[in-house]
């Protein structure tokens, strides 16, 4: 019975998200640079109907490895931005929707992005410091980000031509989540434990304040 009762919750809400859609959404891409430079390409072929709010180009070092992957978040047209995620996903990237129902029934809406160990990480160190968050979305990545030993920069080429490839293609799970939380103290602890956890992290507000 409570599972039923859970299922028809869902279902609810998914109603709800998606009548209450204006036929713009947001949305975010996240993988390595080939893929959301394929979602870059159609989103600027088609800039009447979406808007590239912002690219970033994200370094992470973890021990003695670095891992690189390119995030991208955009705002315009429905049936478009699903067209990208068609492309994002096909590519082995992570994308999330972002429909006009969260952003008008969630109190604080914040954004991260980062390999998927340190995801769970923040959460682990979230949950102890009672930074009281709820999980919206997720989406993870199928397809690899871009790592290399960064101290083999101060090897001799031989080397470092033997190391790096060991490391270029590795299977890093990338995950892109949206979260919510009701007070502003939360969501600067949220803030506070991503920068020492090494994860991006976008408030919406800032998001919507741009657009």
Known sequence: M????????ALRQAAQVSSTSSGKIWCVAAGNE????????EAIASKDKVKILFREHVSVKEAFVRKKFDLMMLYGDEAK????????????GAFLKIAPYY???????LLLVAPENLIKKFVGEAEKKKANLKLILEDKTTGFIEADVYLTEKLPKFIKDIIDP?????????????ISVS?????EKIKEISAHNNIFIVDFKDILKED
Do not use: Q
């Open 2 to 9: 409570i599972m039923i009762e859970s299922k028809i919750k």
């Open 34 to 41: 080939d893929t959301i430079n394929s979602v870059a390409y």
């Open 81 to 92: 931005i699903r067209d990208l995620s068609i492309i994002c996903k096909e590519n082995g």
């Open 103 to 109: 952003v008008k029934n969630e109190p604080h809406l």
């Open 166 to 178: 060991l490391f270029k293609v590795t299977d890093v799970v990338l995950t892109t989540l949206l």
């Open 183 to 187: 007070k502003e103290d939360d969501a």
